[in-house]
């Protein structure tokens, strides 16, 4: 049953833009049902929600209008008779986001997300060396036909040890070469292929984009999809999530599936063989999990699953930061021997599973923003995700006003596995205050994760924070 919270305040309108263009976006709660544009006319404010319509009316209207935009059989709070802090807590959001000009009383009727707790994850989790043995006995489990998804220059890493792995089982294995973009006309392909193949089981096998393809591929076909990340550089591999590229490679957007990989194998003599900068880039992507997650759990935000994160979800998160504290250094220092130690395996873990579980049940905020932002700067295209993200969990910390004593404690450590602690360590590059400010609308965008963050952010303030960051680094 859908539950409404309808709150009632005064909002400044923007009334100085154009009464037609919804271009003034902001964000309520994050989640699968958020207010994501206004719209302002002589008589009401509407706000258009990605589910159902909500509403601001002025005082006049309010009662007649908001009775009408409620479907029958539903709850109503109104926030005077609850003491919930989250729905306080986007009340005064609605207060700070909302910019200029002329005060109304308003009526607002928010739809919410489920208030559940969520937890999803795949069915199994391999990892070790050699564990790429496995990948043949799995597809096994869920079928007579596997399709393999990957690239020529991974099989040329792993094809003879996952051919050996179907040496002993029934199923049949074929590869279709991947062609290096997660895009839509790449999927359309593959599903092709696994159609006329009657693949049972879609294996992607290689970095971010072929695992992700794979995905979206079973999300067509509705087959079982097996996941075989060859790096640890980023903790989607575990991820319900794709993220979509135009044949160009620009990013268009990510697409949630209502599945798992079934299995996900992570062969760790073939990560610490990899790039040692892949491996110190997963470092710099699980870093952030950590307080990423305790700024959702502390605002009562949302995973993508629109859902309420759970204690295991907290508590692997954190765990994830400590192995990573404890191990990332000797970590590095092993795989640029292409050694696998055990704190290459703790790593590894902390990376691949803990950040994958950690991310997608704890929930993302400032530190992914901030990338998402950075992702618009000329200059910073060769910068891995990772790098990134490490410099946009340094961003939050200022922007959380975390004591500078343990800011500077964690660009320590970042600086030590070889992570960028400011966007002059990326490339070099020196952006100038516009594009700082572009940056952060981006960040601030209402779609993407800077709502988990319990305090407003503005494209000021991160942009202020990226330099803050500069003149941290300088002052060492
Ligand atoms: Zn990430």
Redesign the pocket.
Request: charge should be negative; glycine fraction near 8%; charged fraction near 15%.
């Given at each position: 049953m859908a539950e409404f919270v309808i709150l009632r305040g005064f909002i400044k309108i923007p009334i100085s833009r154009d009464a037609k263009t919804p271009d003034y976006k902001y964000s309520v709660v994050m989640g699968v049902r958020r207010i994501s544009t206004l719209f302002y006319n002589s008589k009401d404010v509407h706000f258009h929600y990605s589910n159902g319509t909500v509403i601001i009316l002025p005082s006049k209207a309010r009662k007649e209008r908001a009775n009408k935009s409620l479907v029958s059989g539903t709850e109503m709070y109104d926030p005077k008779n609850t003491d919930s802090r989250s729905k306080r807590y986007w009340l005064t959001n609605l207060y700070r986001r909302s910019v200029v000009s002329v005060e109304r009383v308003f009526t607002l009727v928010v739809e919410l997300g489920p208030m559940h707790r969520v937890y999803a994850s795949p069915d199994r989790y391999i990892q070790g060396p050699g564990a790429l043995e496995r990948v043949g006995p799995l597809a096994l489990q869920h079928g007579k036909s596997a399709l393999i998804i990957s690239d020529s220059d991974v099989w040329q890493v792993v094809g003879d040890s996952v051919e050996e792995s179907f040496n002993d089982v029934t199923t049949t294995m074929e590869r279709s070469n991947f062609t290096g973009e997660c895009s839509t006309s790449e999927i359309d392909r593959l599903t092709d292929v696994a159609s006329k193949r009657n693949a049972d089981v879609i294996i992607g096998i290689g970095g971010g984009k072929a695992i992700d393809t794979a995905k979206a591929v079973c999300g067509r076909t509705g087959e079982v999809v097996g996941s075989v990340p060859t790096v640890a550089s980023?903790?989607?591999p575990t991820s319900s999530l794709s993220i979509i590229y135009t044949e160009e490679g620009t990013f268009e957007r990510a697409h949630r599936h209502d599945f798992h990989p079934s299995f996900v194998v992570v062969d760790t003599n073939v990560v610490a063989h990899a790039p040692t900068r892949w491996f110190i880039s997963g470092i710099g992507?699980a870093l952030?999990t950590w307080f990423e997650a305790k700024a959702t759990w502390e605002n009562e935000g949302r995973t993508i699953h629109g859902a309420r994160p759970t204690y295991a979800s907290k508590a692997i998160a954190r765990y994830s930061y400590d192995l990573l504290r404890e191990n990332a250094e000797d970590a590095v220092h092993a795989v640029n021997e292409d050694t696998v130690t055990e704190s290459v395996e703790a790593v590894t873990e902390a990376t691949i599973l803990l950040s994958g579980l950690g991310?997608e049940n704890g929930g993302?905020a400032a530190a992914?923003a901030v990338?998402d932002g950075l992702t618009t700067l000329s200059g910073i295209s060769d910068a891995t995700?990772?790098e990134k993200?490490a410099v946009g969990v340094l961003v939050q910390l200022i922007l959380e006003a975390y004591p500078k004593e343990e800011i500077k404690d964690i660009i320590s450590f970042a600086d030590a596995v070889g992570l960028p602690v400011s966007l002059r360590d990326i490339d070099s590059i020196d952006p100038t205050r516009e594009e700082l400010l572009r940056v952060g609308h981006v960040a601030c965008d209402s779609e993407g994760s800077m709502g988990n963050e319990g305090i407003d952010v503005t494209p000021e303030d991160v942009a202020n924070a990226l330099q803050t960051l500069d003149s941290i680094n300088e002052s060492e």
């Open positions: 980023t903790d989607a992507d952030a991310f993302t992914h990338h995700h990772g993200v």
